[in-house]
């Protein structure tokens, strides 16, 4: 935790909030950027845990369409399982936004929590950003934000 905590001091907030909210409406910006940081930076990582819990059921729901159209075909029970293995983890059309969605939820709980100078190691968004992406990669992600060209109109 330290090791991603660490990298995100200087400008890094404040590059970072720059960006995301270019993404959003000014309204909305605002409105996520006020009230009480630790209490924000846990719904929006609760929020993000839902996404990707809803992603997992996406793919387990795929998986059973598969088997079940097999069955409905006469095919044999290893045919059923074997195309619900494949449908269950071939990459859907909409896993790169919800993956990308839960990023950018976690990265503005971790800025606003920057922000507002607490105790990272209480941040719930970065702890779960950590565990499901790995320190070096979150950090690399963290980082990246900051740097990120300017939005596509």
Same mark, same amino acid.
């Given at each position: 935790?330290? %090791?991603?905590?660490?990298?995100? %001091?200087?400008?890094?907030? %404040? *590059?970072? *909030?720059?960006?995301l909210a270019k993404f959003v409406s000014e309204q909305t910006w605002h409105q996520v950027m006020s009230g009480e940081p630790r209490g924000r930076c846990h719904l929006l990582a609760k929020l993000?845990?839902? &996404?990707?819990? =809803?992603?997992?059921? =996406?793919?387990? *729901?795929?998986?059973?369409i598969a088997a079940r159209l097999s069955k409905l075909l006469g095919r044999s029970n290893i045919e059923g399982i074997f195309a619900a293995e =494949?449908?269950?983890? &071939?990459?859907?059309?909409?896993?790169?936004k919800l993956d990308t969605l839960a990023r950018a939820l976690r990265i503005t709980?971790?800025?606003?929590?920057?922000l507002e100078g607490l105790d990272l190691n209480y941040c719930e968004c970065l702890t779960h950003f950590i565990?499901?992406?790995?320190?070096?990669? *979150?950090?690399?992600?963290?980082l990246s934000v900051a740097q990120a060209p300017e939005r596509p109109s």
């Open positions: 935790m330290k %090791y991603v905590a660490d990298a995100l %001091y200087g400008g890094w907030a %404040y *590059a970072a *909030a720059e960006h993000a845990k839902r &996404i990707l819990k =809803l992603k997992r059921k =996406l793919h387990k *729901a795929a998986g059973d =494949l449908a269950e983890r &071939i990459p859907l059309p909409w896993d790169t709980g971790v800025t606003r929590c920057v565990e499901t992406e790995g320190p070096e990669r *979150a950090k690399r992600l963290l």
